[in-house]
């Protein structure tokens, strides 16, 4: 909001004494006497006024989905309990199911996108599954001095289920770190939920099928929902500043109100993307005719068990390089050699896109397997000088990608290993 520094420094000093209102008993007081003058006609329905700086809105939202049909919440939600430890990605094992009513979504718009002591979140959106929809609760802030309110609201938020999972989507690294700062500036502490962030899972499914693993690509190119007039999430701190300096005049308040639908869509689309990854992960197999994701990818995460072996033949069967690389470190595993060999050699067959770095592996095991195994010391020359060559395909790949090359040690083995082959050959 425009206004010096001596002014916005009283409002803090006041704002700091401040109480909240219950979440429970939350109702319009557009017009009170308590609003600064012009805000709360600015701002359209459902917004209300909670505080002079800080808005609120709920709004609910059809669990449906035009291309994908009603979305899937049963009670609780039934997901393998592997699936639930590579969700949490904590190293712990999870036996209690999901469920709907103890979830809660999240997201936030922040006055940046590194982080940082200096970035303040300004705008925080909730959401819950309420049987056939999902309702979304939004908090705003008008001004600096209003971030005391504000993080009442989000803690109160946090606290009202002790057992809510929280969902976000790089909320673990980023939105989560934000709020921490915040709630210690604010003598606070950001309440301990467990935590579901769905940007690991979903690089992990996706990651190299798509040109970005970021929500909004996802929701295009996966879920087949394309959003309608949004705003690219990284203007929202420019949009922001802008309310700041114009106040609620012009383009400013229909720019910052694009943000809020922005952070709304976020929250909607975070829903949507769970849903799916909850259908895939109680049946992997059977989700692959519907939704193209990396099995792969997602078996070599999985805890050991018969399911993960089906899952990378699976994947193997589908030409994964990865997964038939695994396949053959099982197999020595279990000193079966004949099936390793087999393995590694079906790896540096594979059709896989950018999986030079996992037939150098595999060329390098065969080396060895030659070498030291079967005595064969022309083969052993055969795999080593291939394993040469991809080492160098690998590093130019890396070079172009502005990536960091192979380390030098693994051609000053792979050279050595040349010559001591060709030193035993010569015998």
């Known amino acids: 909001m425009a206004g010096n520094l001596k002014a916005r420094l009283e409002r803090i000093r006041s704002q700091g004494s401040g109480s909240i209102k219950p979440l429970e008993n939350l109702a319009p007081v557009q017009g009170s006497d308590t609003a600064p003058a012009g805000i709360a006609l600015s701002f359209p329905p459902p917004w209300l006024v909670l505080d002079p700086l800080v808005l609120f809105r709920r709004e609910l939202i059809p669990l449906k989905d035009e291309n994908r049909g009603t979305w899937s919440w049963d009670s609780p939600v039934s997901v393998p309990p592997d699936f639930l430890e590579i969700l949490f990605h904590t190293g712990r094992s999870y036996t209690k ?116 693993c970021s929500l909004s690509s996802l929701e295009s190119l996966i879920l087949q929902n394309e959003r309608q007039g949004d705003i690219p999430g990284a203007l ?115 059709p896989q896109p950018k999986a030079t770095g996992v037939r150098l592996r595999a060329s390098i095991a065969l080396a060895s397997y030659y070498e030291w195994k079967k005595r064969d010391l022309e083969h052993a020359e055969v795999y080593t000088r291939r394993a040469l060559g991809l080492l160098e395909a690998l590093s130019a790949e890396r070079l172009m990608a502005g990536a960091k090359g192979p380390p030098p040690s693994i051609n000053m083995k792979l050279k050595k290993r040349l010559e001591r082959i060709l030193s035993k050959s010569r015998l």
Do not use: M
């Open 97 to 212: 199911g999901l469920c709907p009513e103890e979830l809660l979504f999240f997201d936030l718009e922040t006055t940046g996108l590194s982080g940082g002591a200096g970035t303040v979140a300004f705008l925080a959106a909730f959401g819950e599954i309420r049987d056939s929809y999902l309702e979304v609760r939004q908090y705003l802030l008008l001004d600096y001095p209003g971030e005391p309110i504000l993080i009442s609201y989000i803690e109160q938020e946090l606290n009202k289920k002790p057992a809510a999972v929280l969902v976000s989507y790089n909320g673990k690294a980023f939105d989560t770190q934000i709020l921490r700062s915040r709630f210690i500036l604010q003598g606070k502490f950001l309440p301990d939920k467990d935590h579901i962030d769905l940007l690991y899972i979903s690089r992990l499914l996706w990651r190299g099928l798509l040109p970005s």
């Open 236 to 350: 929202a701190p420019q949009l922001w500043f802008s309310f700041l300096r114009e106040g609620t005049q012009g383009q400013a308040l229909k720019d910052l109100l694009a943000v809020c639908e922005h952070n709304l869509l976020d929250i909607k689309g975070l829903a949507a993307l769970f849903s799916l990854i909850l259908s895939i992960g109680a049946n992997p197999l059977g989700s692959l005719a519907d939704t193209t994701f990396n099995l792969d990818r997602l078996a070599l995460v999985w805890p050991d068990g018969e399911n993960r072996r089906r899952f990378l033949h699976e994947a193997a069967r589908g030409g994964s390089a990865r997964a038939l690389y695994e396949l053959a470190r099982l197999a020595r595993l279990e000193k079966d050699w004949e099936r390793y060999r087999q393995y590694l050699e079906e790896v540096l067959e594979s």
